[in-house]
Nanobody, 120 residues
């Protein structure tokens, strides 16, 4: 069994910051690419950004310069540092990862999501 657990969401005023965490736990042989998605009310889930095992990141244009993705492979943990937050960043943020529990098979897993609300 593999679980992804996000934390760090909350209510922040515009211009504020939040740091989300995603911890992968369970029977883990290796964690490959990890991603953050978000889903705003009434909208489709969108990819916020991704990070490879080597730490190469890619962010969607709307968050570039404001958000940063990082990870600690030894801790199977990924973070999303969000600065200069805007009301349009309000969404449920989900962690997604490609995980293998043995050398021969890979599966993708989702976290349960953490609510981020930007409002004055």
């Amino acid at each position: 069994q593999v679980q992804l657990v996000e934390s760090g969401g909350g209510l922040v005023q515009p211009g504020g910051s939040l740091r989300l965490s995603c911890v992968v736990s369970g029977i883990i042989f290796r964690v490959s690419d990890m991603r953050w998605y978000r889903q705003a009310p009434g909208k489709q889930r969108e990819l916020v950004g991704s990070i490879t095992v080597r730490g190469i990141t890619n962010l969607t244009d709307s968050v570039k310069g404001r958000f940063t993705i990082s990870r600690d492979n030894a801790k199977n943990t990924m973070w999303l540092q969000m600065n200069s937050l805007k009301p349009e960043d309000t969404a449920i943020y989900y962690c997604h990862a490609d995980v293998s529990s043995d050398p021969s098979s890979w599966y993708d897993y989702w976290g349960q999501g953490t609510q981020v609300t930007i409002s004055s």
